[in-house]
């Protein structure tokens, strides 16, 4: 029998390794496509199971094989790894693959719209942006000091800074040009910021998850969009622990022989999510350091007897454990400051 049961294609620029089995596991698929052959391919064969690494460009081929009635599962990388053989290419590559998406215990990594996709790179966009940022403010802000000009650090004193700069005339001719032509690029960059960061909340409002998400007290708008985008199915996770394990937020587990040896956070998972969840934290946190009686006592207990970066670390896994509940149940976040409604009285009947 030579029908196919599920194929995994090992993906790269141009070239497609393929490598099918049958219901008897026997291999009855192990060639290369290139990239132009690839939909052809897919178009003439019989709806099947389709298997390939979460990694470039596979959210594009996962949408295209869709179409076509194939049923695609997305793998991580790193899951496929584990069922590598000796001696590593493409074919042993598209064989991990194959047996690694037959596993039963085996997690999928949901397909991304390209709507979805799209919101994603403006996400990347904008923090390409704030890297670049940061860098020609640190630049500006150092040959400055080579001249004996210095200045606190901060956006709002860059300006400040260069007005300094170009009205001081002890500096030499060369060096005020410089620094104007900096001073321009950091203005072109600021509006192009801006105009990111407005594009980035308008898709927001225009979201009833993430406006949802955004209420809850150390998220916002840039951490409630990039949860919404970056979470398709939310379900696919068993519980909040889950999602929070996923982000890497939770404790390594060193444990054996009955002991149990919680280490420091995994970091595993989306590391651009996890830092916007902790650095929201970290506001929170500066907030109940000047107004501890508008703070959570949870949060306040905790400051008490831990340092301000490891409560910071328990808050935004908190925050994504209440983010996955606010998702997975379509409710709204409640702070608790509501009064409940009281019980109807039970009034006992005579019999």
């Not at 009205?167 to 620094?179: G, N, Q, T």
């Not at 595993?268 to 970290?282: H, Q």
């Not at 379509?330 to 019980?343: H, I, N, R, T, V």
Request: hydrophobic residues 45%; proline residues 5%; aromatic residues 4%.
């Amino acid at each position: 029998m030579d029908e196919i049961t599920r194929i995994f294609i090992d993906t790269s620029k141009s070239v497609f390794q393929l490598h099918g089995v049958n219901a008897a596991e026997r291999v009855v698929v192990a060639k290369k496509l290139r990239r132009s052959e690839l939909v052809t391919f897919f178009s003439k064969l019989e709806a099947t199971v389709i298997g390939l690494e979460a990694c470039g460009a596979s959210h594009h081929w996962a949408r295209e094989l869709g179409a076509l009635g194939h049923e695609v599962k997305l793998i991580a990388p790193q899951h496929v790894k584990a069922y590598l053989k000796r001696n590593k290419n493409d074919a042993r590559d598209a064989e991990a693959g194959c047996e690694a998406m037959s596993r039963p215990t085996m997690q999928f990594v949901p397909v991304k719209s390209a709507e979805a996709q799209a919101a994603l790179m403006l996400m990347g966009v904008r923090d390409r942006m704030v890297r670049n940022r940061t860098k020609l403010t640190n630049a500006i802000r150092g040959h400055a000091a080579e001249f004996g000009l210095i200045t606190a650090k901060g956006l709002a004193k860059i300006e400040p800074l260069l007005e300094r700069i170009a009205a001081d005339e002890s500096l030499p001719a060369l060096a005020r040009d410089l620094f104007a032509a900096e001073g321009l690029k950091y203005a072109e960059l600021d509006k192009a910021l801006n105009t990111a960061d407005a594009r980035l909340l308008a898709w927001h409002r225009t979201n009833d998850t993430s406006r949802r998400l955004a209420k809850i007290p150390g998220v916002g708008p840039i951490g409630a969009s990039m949860m919404v985008v970056k979470t398709p199915d939310p379900k696919a996770f068993k519980s909040g622990r889950h999602y929070a394990a996923w982000i890497g937020l939770t404790p390594k587990d060193h444990s054996t022989a009955g002991k149990q040896r919680l280490g420091a956070i995994t970091k595993a998972g989306d590391e651009a999510l996890r830092a916007v969840l902790v650095a929201g934290a970290m506001s929170v946190i500066q907030q109940a350091t000047r107004h501890p009686e508008l703070a959570s006592p949870w949060l306040v207990n905790l400051l008490r007897c831990k340092k301000p970066k490891p409560v910071a670390v328990a808050l935004a896994n908190k925050n994504a454990r209440i983010a996955w509940k606010l998702m997975v149940s379509g409710q709204d976040y409640d702070d608790g400051s509501k009064p409940k409604p009281a019980e109807a009285p039970i009034i006992a009947q005579a019999a």
